[in-house]
């Protein structure tokens, strides 16, 4: 096990690791160690205030304090240094990011490549030219409509120092909206069931252009991006422009490319094929 690889997993916006486990129990069973890391202010450490309990209290929720207040990206970056730096102990490392997860493994290899082997970005952000909210205006972006989620917002973010959103809501319209940005293609009971591992709270930072892809550190680290084809909250379209941005600043160093069938959510219900696709890296 000595020179096989740990897949260190980093979840998304609103995420945890929790959704990774089952992914985590197919890599066991190819052979594969994994450890998936909460970022500050998730799993254990979010925080669900009573009044988003049944029946909800919005105007109580909106006002309560969240634990993930304050939260950077650098705080995230920290936590999955300690991570790496435990794991790179027991042999290589593979970083493998997901979605908004990508921000933070971006970060962490600008600062620490020495403890990667291989960074993975699975439908993740990788910003090299822009920072991450600025692709949004960029016309990959043009069908995702950040105000379908609008009423499902609980309180002022500005005021809260923190993004809540009601992902208990039983209003159709919403639910909807939820679906076919991150799952179009699981059942409605699948569907549901993920969006009950989800919490409320989101910290604010996403980075500034210090926290973009730098050639020198994240640039000589072996690369390879995971494309979502169906991917309706970060389309294939932006999947591929940051693709070609990373490959434009390290021509030396290409992304490895791979492309799996699915929406934003598909590969951690159903991820199996995902799983025999990190397993098909741990040599390389």
Not at 104 to 119: G, M, S, W
Not at 209 to 214: E, G, I, P, V, W
Not at 233 to 257: C, H, W, Y
Not at 262 to 267: E, M, T, V
Request: aromatic share 8%.
């Amino acid at each position: 096990m000595q020179n096989l690889p740990t897949f260190v997993l980093v979840h998304g916006a609103f995420a945890n690791s929790f959704s990774f486990a089952p992914l985590q129990a197919e890599l066991a069973l190819l052979g594969h160690r994994s450890v998936a890391v909460d970022l500050p202010g998730h799993g254990f450490e979010a925080t669900f205030p009573a009044a988003y309990q049944a029946p909800q209290d919005l105007a109580a929720l909106a006002a309560e304090p969240g634990s993930i207040k304050g939260v950077t990206l650098a705080d995230n970056a920290a936590r999955v240094i300690e991570v790496l730096e435990r794991a790179k102990r027991n042999g290589p490392t593979v970083l493998v990011s997901h979605s908004r997860g990508g921000a933070t493994a971006t970060a962490v290899a600008n600062a620490r490549p020495e403890l990667i082997d291989r960074i993975v970005y699975v439908s993740a952000w990788c910003p090299v030219d822009l920072n991450v909210g600025d692709y949004y205006a960029e016309p990959e972006m043009a069908d995702v409509d950040p105000a379908a989620f609008v009423a499902t917002l609980v309180g002022n973010p500005a005021e809260l120092g923190l993004l809540r959103t009601n992902f208990r809501t039983a209003d159709p319209v919403a639910l909807a909206a939820f679906k076919q940005a991150f799952a179009a293609d699981l059942t409605d009971d699948e569907f549901r069931t993920f969006l009950n591992t989800f919490q409320p709270d989101e910290n604010l930072d996403v980075g500034t252009s210090a926290d973009r892809a730098q050639a020198a550190t994240w640039g000589r680290i072996p690369r390879t991006y995971v494309r979502l084809a169906a991917d309706a909250s970060l389309p294939l379209a932006v999947q591929d422009r940051m693709i070609r941005e990373g490959d434009a600043l390290t021509p030396g160093n290409p992304f490895d490319v791979r492309t799996l069938e699915g929406s934003h959510l598909r590969w951690l219900v159903h991820p199996k094929p995902a799983a025999e696709v990190l397993a098909s890296l741990a040599g390389s």
